[in-house]
Nanobody, 128 residues
Framework: QVQLVESGGGLVQPGGSLKLSCAHS????????ITWFRQAPGNEREEIGC????????HYQDAVKGRFTISRDNAKNTVYLQISNLQPEDSAVYHC?????????????????????WGQGTQVTVSS
């Protein structure tokens, strides 16, 4: 059973940066990617993007390109989400997720990887 644990959230001033972590149990060939998404109270889930383990290829939604970066540390079984120039509208609970089959979804909003399992999330609050 794959396990995902997010950390690194907190209170940040506008313009600041954060690096969120997703610690995951060791993956098998069935779980071969990590997706990040976020959800603010009263809002719909917003996809961010994903990273494929096979070759570290990343996919992003267009709205986050340039400010959000997904990376990994294989030795630590951890995937990161670096966010720069944070704004109040970035306040949300950030989740990492995965699924048994890698399916890259392309929409007018950009790309991400489908998922069906996710962690509890980490809260990011951007406020002065």
């Amino acid at each position: 059973q794959v396990q995902l644990v997010e950390s690194g959230g907190g209170l940040v001033q506008p313009g600041g940066s954060l690096k969120l972590s997703c610690a995951h149990s060791e993956f098998t060939s069935d779980y071969s990617f990590i997706t990040w998404f976020r959800q603010a109270p009263g809002n719909e889930r917003e996809e961010i993007g994903c990273l494929e383990f096979s070759d570290s290829t990343t996919h992003y939604q267009d709205a986050v390109k340039g400010r959000f970066t997904i990376s990994r540390d294989n030795a630590k079984n951890t995937v990161y989400l670096q966010i720069s120039n944070l704004q109040p509208e970035d306040s949300a609970v950030y989740h990492c997720a995965t699924g048994q089959a890698l399916v890259v979804v392309t929409t007018p909003e950009g790309e991400t990887c489908e998922y069906d399992k996710w962690g509890q999330g980490t809260q990011v609050t951007v406020s002065s």
